[in-house]
């Protein structure tokens, strides 16, 4: 039945971008507008929340349970596993918005700052960590948590409303069934969204190296050739294709990243680390409740907000998937190796990107703002055509592209095909294959309805009511937890009070045998 509901609600959605594209247009922008307007505060309370959240769970008395059976070791190593989480989560995003990122708020700051000036090139780094840090992955940790929880703990099935009906309030149960299909719908959007970002930047790497026209028609070729291919990887299984690729891309994109730090300014990007690390864990908190009631700016909703949205709607899929590989590994484990491990990675790739960019632009006058600003598609290739090897370094980085494509599209086909057949972890072939067609038409239909910003917007409309479920599932995940450790401490002391009972019934037999 989730299958048939989700799939005709998104079928819907892109038969109007394909019919109608300009009314799908202005019918998202109007909703955008009402969304950010009325609750851009809620989308900075609730992630600033799941950011606490994790801190506490993972340094709490709580971090020793494990996720599974108390003898259970992890399916993956850990190795393979970081890889996997890591191209699912923000793969493609990364290598897009890398270079872009930074020249964009460098370009255009937060209020209060002046265009092209210091300050507003150390806040232009310092948000790049900020949107690409602590929060997106405290949103997926949560969610994964959930999940993992009460499917390996409590043998429940790898559904949103597993985790809800543990609550014990009647109209949460009763409407649990609607929250999963709020999650298929979340999440078909925010990959779309992801799809059509790296379409539109595999679009710009061929036309750097192979001079391929860029246009909304090439994307959506690149759209449709790419999900032959991930729908393919999919078919394959988790043990295959998706744990391949992922490996194989995490090392290619180490390989860039290295190149970038070696060939460009190797002791600015170490400095840009250093600088902004600082002001990134002191500025937290403010950047993080930061609206603009005082001025008439939409820059924090472009940005923050939008960022906030893309992630949620990225946390069903995302928290389903890192779920399904992290059986047999503990709460703390589980936190710190979502969490805090590709936060740092992350951070690293921004201060090599996006200090390399910033240092070319001030000090080299390399006109990297004005190609972001004509298309953010290009930035990384006109980075690189100022840089040596930059024509190699630009088919590796379009090849990337591809491959984290790939795999982002493989993991949701997985995962969308999990929660739409009531939690099966091997969901059917042909199932895997209506989602794969499906999430590529959704890519589709934007793109052709409004480009890539019709993508993003359709991303913040359809991640709003998942943010209520979201804040549902980290009560239920909680409240089950501390039931969970309450009963195995009472079954620790049972254990104790039975071994002393023992030890002393042996004290007295042998005291009985005494001449």
């Given at each position: 039945m989730q299958l048939f509901v989700s799939a005709g609600l998104i079928g819907l959605v892109v038969l109007w971008g394909l019919l109608s594209p300009a009314t799908l247009d202005a019918a998202v922008n109007g909703a955008l507008a009402v969304i950010t307007r009325n609750f851009g505060w809620l989308y900075l309370w609730v992630v600033l929340g799941l950011v606490l959240l994790v801190v506490v769970l993972a340094f709490s008395r709580y971090g020793d349970l494990k996720l599974g059976d108390e003898d259970e070791e992890p399916q993956f190593s850990t190795t393979a596993w970081f890889s996997m989480l890591f191209a699912a989560g923000m793969g493609i995003g990364l290598v897009f918005w890398g270079v872009a990122e930074p020249l964009s708020h460098y370009g255009t700051p937060p209020p209060g700052l002046v265009?092209?000036?210091?300050e507003a090139a150390n806040a232009a780094?310092?948000?790049?960590?900020?949107h690409w840090g602590l929060h997106p992955w405290a949103i997926y940790g949560v969610v994964g948590l959930a999940m993992a929880f009460f499917q390996f703990r409590r043998g429940g099935t790898s559904l949103v409303s597993t985790a809800t009906e543990a609550l014990p309030w009647r109209i949460v149960q009763k409407a649990s069934p609607v929250f999963n299909v709020l999650a298929v719908v979340a999440t078909a959007f925010g990959v779309a969204a992801s799809l059509g970002m790296g379409a539109s930047q595999i679009n710009s790497g061929l036309n750097a190296v192979f001079g391929v026209p860029i246009g909304r028609w090439s994307q959506a070729a690149i759209i449709v050739v790419t999900a032959v291919l991930f729908i393919g990887s999919a078919l394959s299984g988790v043990d295959?294709?998706?744990k391949w690729l992922s490996s194989a891309n995490l090392v290619l994109a180490g390989l860039l990243a290295l190149a970038v730090l070696l060939l460009g300014?190797?002791?600015a990007v170490i400095d840009t680390f250093t600088t902004t690390l600082g002001a990134y864990l002191s500025e937290l908190v403010r950047m993080s409740l930061r609206t603009t009631p005082f001025r008439e700016s939409s820059w924090v909703g472009d940005w923050t907000i939008?960022?906030?949205?893309w992630w949620i709607s990225w946390s069903p899929f995302v928290g389903l998937f890192i779920a399904r590989v992290s059986r047999g590994r503990t709460i703390r484990e589980f936190l710190l190796g979502t969490v805090l491990a590709p936060?740092?990675?992350?951070?690293a790739w921004f201060a090599i990107f996006g200090g390399t960019a910033l240092h070319m632009e001030i000090f080299d006058h390399v006109p990297l703002a004005a190609a972001v600003k004509a298309d953010v598609s290009t930035a990384i290739f006109a980075m690189f055509d100022a840089m040596p090897f930059g024509a190699v370094m630009s088919v590796v980085a379009t090849v990337l592209v591809v491959v984290f494509f790939v795999t982002s599209g493989d993991s949701a086909t997985l995962v969308l095909g999990m929660m739409s057949t009531g939690g099966n972890p091997n969901p059917p072939a042909r199932v895997k294959l209506v989602w794969g067609v499906l999430v590529a038409a959704i890519a589709l239909s934007l793109m052709l309805a409004g480009g890539l910003r019709a993508v993003q917007t359709a991303t913040i409309i359809?991640?709003?009511p998942f943010t209520a479920v979201l804040v549902l599932l980290a009560v239920s995940v909680v409240r089950a937890i501390g039931d969970d450790w309450r009963e195995e401490r009472r079954r620790e002391r049972a254990l104790r009070r039975r071994m002393q009972e023992l030890m002393r019934d042996g004290v007295r037999g042998v005291d009985n045998r005494a001449p």
């Amino acid at each position: 039945m989730q299958l048939f509901v989700s799939a005709g609600l998104i079928g819907l959605v892109v038969l109007w971008g394909l019919l109608s594209p300009a009314t799908l247009d202005a019918a998202v922008n109007g909703a955008l507008a009402v969304i950010t307007r009325n609750f851009g505060w809620l989308y900075l309370w609730v992630v600033l929340g799941l950011v606490l959240l994790v801190v506490v769970l993972a340094f709490s008395r709580y971090g020793d349970l494990k996720l599974g059976d108390e003898d259970e070791e992890p399916q993956f190593s850990t190795t393979a596993w970081f890889s996997m989480l890591f191209a699912a989560g923000m793969g493609i995003g990364l290598v897009f918005w890398g270079v872009a990122e930074p020249l964009s708020h460098y370009g255009t700051p937060p209020p209060g700052l002046v265009t092209g000036t210091p300050e507003a090139a150390n806040a232009a780094m310092r948000y790049a960590f900020f949107h690409w840090g602590l929060h997106p992955w405290a949103i997926y940790g949560v969610v994964g948590l959930a999940m993992a929880f009460f499917q390996f703990r409590r043998g429940g099935t790898s559904l949103v409303s597993t985790a809800t009906e543990a609550l014990p309030w009647r109209i949460v149960q009763k409407a649990s069934p609607v929250f999963n299909v709020l999650a298929v719908v979340a999440t078909a959007f925010g990959v779309a969204a992801s799809l059509g970002m790296g379409a539109s930047q595999i679009n710009s790497g061929l036309n750097a190296v192979f001079g391929v026209p860029i246009g909304r028609w090439s994307q959506a070729a690149i759209i449709v050739v790419t999900a032959v291919l991930f729908i393919g990887s999919a078919l394959s299984g988790v043990d295959r294709g998706i744990k391949w690729l992922s490996s194989a891309n995490l090392v290619l994109a180490g390989l860039l990243a290295l190149a970038v730090l070696l060939l460009g300014p190797t002791v600015a990007v170490i400095d840009t680390f250093t600088t902004t690390l600082g002001a990134y864990l002191s500025e937290l908190v403010r950047m993080s409740l930061r609206t603009t009631p005082f001025r008439e700016s939409s820059w924090v909703g472009d940005w923050t907000i939008f960022y906030w949205a893309w992630w949620i709607s990225w946390s069903p899929f995302v928290g389903l998937f890192i779920a399904r590989v992290s059986r047999g590994r503990t709460i703390r484990e589980f936190l710190l190796g979502t969490v805090l491990a590709p936060t740092l990675v992350g951070f690293a790739w921004f201060a090599i990107f996006g200090g390399t960019a910033l240092h070319m632009e001030i000090f080299d006058h390399v006109p990297l703002a004005a190609a972001v600003k004509a298309d953010v598609s290009t930035a990384i290739f006109a980075m690189f055509d100022a840089m040596p090897f930059g024509a190699v370094m630009s088919v590796v980085a379009t090849v990337l592209v591809v491959v984290f494509f790939v795999t982002s599209g493989d993991s949701a086909t997985l995962v969308l095909g999990m929660m739409s057949t009531g939690g099966n972890p091997n969901p059917p072939a042909r199932v895997k294959l209506v989602w794969g067609v499906l999430v590529a038409a959704i890519a589709l239909s934007l793109m052709l309805a409004g480009g890539l910003r019709a993508v993003q917007t359709a991303t913040i409309i359809f991640a709003l009511p998942f943010t209520a479920v979201l804040v549902l599932l980290a009560v239920s995940v909680v409240r089950a937890i501390g039931d969970d450790w309450r009963e195995e401490r009472r079954r620790e002391r049972a254990l104790r009070r039975r071994m002393q009972e023992l030890m002393r019934d042996g004290v007295r037999g042998v005291d009985n045998r005494a001449p």
